[in-house]
């Protein structure tokens, strides 16, 4: 299995559950990780957004076309 790395920033929650499905339909492995913490009562979200979407870097390109596509690509993580 490959190692996932960061693909984008997710804006919200709407985004991420619409961003999910769509990976979902294609097939794509995917974790969207969000940011809240709610021992820090979210003041990560804050200061980072809302969360990131993590893949596989080889399905970088698809993804990063699906967030396109679907006007979902907040931030684009290129390290």
């Known amino acids: 299995m490959e ?4 693909i984008c ?3 919200d929650q709407v985004e991420a559950d ?3 499905a769509q990976l979902n339909e294609q097939g794509i492995p995917h974790l969207i990780r969000s940011y809240h ?3 820090y009562d979210g003041i990560f979200q804050m200061q980072k957004g809302w969360g990131a979407l993590y893949a596989p870097e080889s399905l970088r ?6 967030c396109r596509e679907t006007d979902s690509l907040a931030e ?3 390290s």
């Open 18 to 20: 619409y961003l999910s």
């Open 9 to 11: 920033a997710i804006r």
């Open 61 to 66: 390109a698809d993804i990063e076309k699906i």
């Open 37 to 39: 913490d709610s021992a």
């Open 3 to 6: 190692e996932f790395v960061k």
């Open 76 to 78: 684009p993580d290129n």
